[in-house]
């Protein structure tokens, strides 16, 4: 079984910066893509980034030029840097991973989340 744990969310102030983190554990053969995602009170889940296992990443409008998404292979994590945080940016933030486990079994699976608030 794979999990994700996500940490590093919090509060900040509007300009100011977050990174949150993604650690994908258990029984792990292949990472192919990591996401995150977030949810707003009372709107749906959108995209905010993506990157794969071949390095392609997708950024959200929205982040574009603010967010930048990385991951450390060997470390199985996925790091979202978030700079020039703007109010709207306030949301929960998830993680999103797809592979295949051990036996190729695919998998994916979503962290709980981690709040992320910003002050203006």
């Known amino acids: 079984q794979v999990q994700v744990v996500e940490s590093g969310g919090g509060l900040a102030q509007a300009g100011g910066s977050l990174r949150l983190s993604c650690v994908a554990s258990g029984s792990i053969y292949t990472i192919n893509g990591v996401g995150w995602y977030r949810q707003a009170p009372g709107k749906e889940r959108e995209l905010v980034a993506t990157i794969n296992s071949g390095g392609a990443i997708v950024y959200a409008d929205a982040v574009k030029g603010r967010f930048a998404i990385s991951r450390v292979n060997v470390k199985n994590t996925t790091y979202l840097q978030m700079n020039s945080l703007k109010p709207e940016d306030t949301a929960v933030y998830s993680c999103?991973?797809?592979?295949?486990?051990?036996?190729?079994?695919?998998?994916?699976?979503w962290g709980q989340g981690t709040q992320v608030t910003v002050s203006s």
């Open positions: 999103n991973a797809k592979g295949y486990g051990l036996k190729l079994r695919p998998y994916d699976v």
